[in-house]
């Protein structure tokens, strides 16, 4: 049992060793050495170049709509809500070289950047409870941050009605949206999960939506945010139950290298840790035997078949007689040389 909870334990530090790793570079090193010799290789500000691109004409398409919208609205007689204006993209602080001091090392050929110029970065809310009407029947899926302990999520953890839907500030997100709980319970605040539903969220949790080329960056953020976990739990903030904000999630830095490379980090990650998962398994089941194994030796001790049965042994009742006699006798004893005490009136 010692050596199974120290090989676990060994699995745990493999495991934050090989995201370590891949996030400075060193997974991939002979490979990006090769692309580079043949100059296959884009650098990570020109894939940033082109996202900011694409992100700029989006933002110009989604006015083009949201005006086209406000024109009906008006020739509608401004009847129901005034379409919501597209936010625009956040412009982020610059990363300088007191930012990413702590963060380590990464190839000439990475960049370091904010989650935030890579995906747009919201929450959700918790419809008042009172209002009956926006739980009853509801059919759309709504999920709290104890549902990000897995590294998907499948099912919602409950449902609210398209009453809430419209009447409140929840938004509902797409499948792959890539989710970050802010606070929780124990382990909960700053684990991380993928969508596989549509669902919308409360306000525990951080969602990031990627679009376009941001979407391809999704395997390799999402690896990140498991890499990350114990580092941004330090960023969280308040009192007894402290907190991560969306500013710190969607300030939060990290390196990035071109598309070819994080496939092939991502593989890499995968490859060793699912081996990690196969040793995990066998680690727990074997644990699992070695405890019934303790069982059952206790349970086969005292049913006395661990040791032969010698029928020239003396019989416990005997023993037993033997016991209960030497008791009386002592018993009797005690009470012959109690002595009695004069008390003075």
Do not use: H
């Given at each position: 049992?010692?050596?199974?909870?120290?090989?676990?334990?060994?699995?745990?530090?493999?495991?934050?060793?090989?995201?370590?790793?891949?996030?400075?570079?060193?997974?991939?090193?002979?490979?990006?050495?090769?692309?580079?010799?043949?100059?296959?290789?884009?650098?990570?500000?020109?894939?940033?170049?082109?996202?900011?691109?694409?992100?700029?004409?989006?933002?110009?398409?989604?006015?083009?709509i949201w005006q086209a919208e406000v024109e009906a609205w008006d020739a509608?007689?401004?009847?129901?809500k005034k379409p919501r204006r597209p936010s625009e993209q956040k412009?982020?602080?610059?990363?300088?070289?007191?930012?990413?001091?702590e963060l380590g090392n990464i190839p000439e050929s990475w960049t370091w950047v904010r989650i935030g110029s890579l995906a747009r970065v919201g929450t959700g809310i918790t419809p008042l409870k009172k209002k009956t009407e926006y739980y009853e029947n509801g059919s759309i899926p709504w999920v709290t941050s104890g549902a990000l302990n897995e590294a998907f999520v499948r099912k919602p953890s409950s449902y609210i009605t398209k009453l809430a839907?419209?009447?409140?500030?929840?938004?509902?997100?797409?499948?792959?949206?890539?989710?970050?709980?802010?606070?929780?319970?124990?382990?909960?605040?700053g684990k991380s999960s993928e969508l596989l539903i549509e669902a919308t969220t409360n306000q525990a949790v951080a969602a990031i939506v990627q679009e376009g080329y941001e979407e391809k960056i999704r395997p390799y953020l999402k690896c990140f945010l498991q890499k990350n976990y114990d580092a941004i739990r330090r960023k969280s903030s308040g009192g007894v139950q402290p907190n991560l904000n969306l500013g710190i999630v969607e300030n939060t830095i990290f390196p990035i290298c071109s598309f070819e490379e994080q496939e092939?980090?991502?593989?890499?990650?995968?490859?060793?840790?699912?081996?990690?998962?196969?040793?995990?398994?066998?680690?727990?089941t074997n644990l699992k035997k070695a405890e019934a194994l303790r069982q059952s030796i206790l349970k086969q001790a005292f049913e006395g078949k661990l040791v032969p049965q010698d029928p020239n042994d003396e019989p416990a009742s005997v023993l037993l007689e033997r016991i209960r006699t030497k008791r009386e006798a002592e018993k009797g004893n005690g009470k012959g040389r109690a002595k009695t005490r004069k008390v003075d009136n």
């Open positions: 049992i010692a050596s199974l909870k120290t090989a676990r334990q060994q699995l745990k530090v493999y495991r934050q060793a090989v995201l370590k790793w891949a996030f400075e570079g060193k997974l991939t090193a002979q490979w990006r050495e090769e692309q580079q010799r043949q100059g296959k290789l884009e650098s990570a500000d020109t894939l940033l170049a082109k996202i900011k691109a694409e992100r700029e004409q989006r933002y110009q398409k989604e006015l083009e509608n007689g401004k009847e129901g412009e982020l602080a610059a990363i300088t070289k007191e930012d990413v001091e839907l419209k009447e409140t500030n929840l938004k509902l997100y797409p499948v792959n949206t890539l989710l970050v709980a802010l606070y929780g319970e124990g382990k909960t605040r092939k980090i991502v593989e890499e990650i995968e490859s060793r840790l699912s081996i990690c998962d196969r040793l995990e398994a066998d680690i727990e």
